[in-house]
């Protein structure tokens, strides 16, 4: 599959991703660097950790089979992350900067009690275990023809997931989150460049538009394939999903200030999404030109092996390779961060070190027994994360947000998106139109009910900003 060339460029690439993080690695000298990279991020550096941070193989495999299967109504999909990180960025991220805490279950423990930042950091945790189990996964998917071609036999998936896993390790394990900013910085010059052009180029070779139009006539109606609704609840859970991300918050303590903080995170929202949509045209220009794929979550990789010359295809498979470097990399060191922050007394380099290497252990065997389905996984990993919306937006804008109404938003969104998910058809419609706002309604009420001692939040909201209501 790969010639002697694109063997040699991949390497070439892989050594450079691999030295560039190495060379970070010697820039950390306290835990405070390797967590927070020292608190300061300039703008292209967390633009390029955001974009990289988001942009990753599971996501991109799911959108492109999405666009292989219904054509340019999946294109509607990277719209979650303009409106989600734009969202973002307008919402929380400069009150973020101003906590400069480490990990966002913090901001729980701020506002509402030791107690509630542990529950938040625990559904972090298992939500974030959730999306890196797939990204190793999708991973698996795209460079396991590459490994069992180099090696002349097919190989496992637990090996080819183990290879992976151990150079990721490679590349992040001595300089956290300093590492992971130099290797998404690379991965970003390469991606920004090549995606899209490789995009244009499939699109062009395959006939654009007039292909299109013939293909169209040929695809199932995309309601029934891709319904509205399943969109619409995919932006809103996206964009309910985001404001508490903990990879992202860790970016937000990094930057150097407010306004780098909110001015990466917005324009970020429309370089990821243009990524997105160009990885959807190759897919869909590989549904144009090729015959049926076994497989639609391979129309990726499948487009490199058929249309890119000797050597651009070996760059080709070693940007995808940073995508997964820099995504696994930056989640790793995000649950590292809350792990050390919120249930470990002492935080030094030797025991962040250690905790990723646990880390990477327990994504590499999760990965291989989770269930199949890149997108539904990735989907459900999110049912942690969006129970903690009340405790977040109402803490940070309401000042008559409880404990008790927090506690009672959280369980019961972890509840209703559960009970959603194993009871009703098109799932994520229900739950994000249903269970997350009733959840929220149940702060409100509880809040009411059992409010807070007069004054509680007020050295929170002197480090955060004051709340818009109350």
Known sequence: ????????????????????????????????????????????????????????????????????TVGPRALALPM??????????????????????TSVAELYGARFGPGLQRLASACFLVAMLGFVATYVRSAEVVFAPVLSGWIGMPLSPWVTSAVLVALVLVVTLGGGLVAVVASDLAAFALTVVLLPAFAWVAWSSTGGTVALTQLMAELPPGEDVMPTQFIVALVLLTTFTYIASPWYGQRMFAAKDERTAFSAVALSSVVVAGLYVAASLIAISVRMALPPLPNAESALPQALITWAPSGLRGLGFAVLLGIVITTMSSIWNTWVAMAVTDFVPITTLKTSRGFMVILAMVSWVASNLMPDGILGNMILANIPIAALLFGLMGGLYWRGASKAGAWAATISGFVGAVTCWWTLPLYEWWWAVGAVPASVVIGVVFSLALPDPSGHSDDFYARTGAPLIG
């Open 80 to 101: 979650v992350f303009l409106v989600g990180l734009m969202v973002y960025a307008l919402t929380v991220s400069r009150r973020y900067k101003r906590l400069n805490a």
């Open 1 to 68: 599959m790969l010639t002697t060339l694109d063997s040699v460029v991949f390497v070439g690439v892989l050594a450079g991703l691999v030295g560039v993080g190495l060379r970070a690695a010697r820039r950390v000298k306290t835990s405070g660097d390797w967590l927070v990279a020292g608190r300061n991020l300039g703008f292209w550096s967390l633009l390029g950790t955001l974009v990289m941070t988001e942009l990753n193989t599971a996501t991109m495999l799911a959108f492109s089979a999405a666009a292989y």
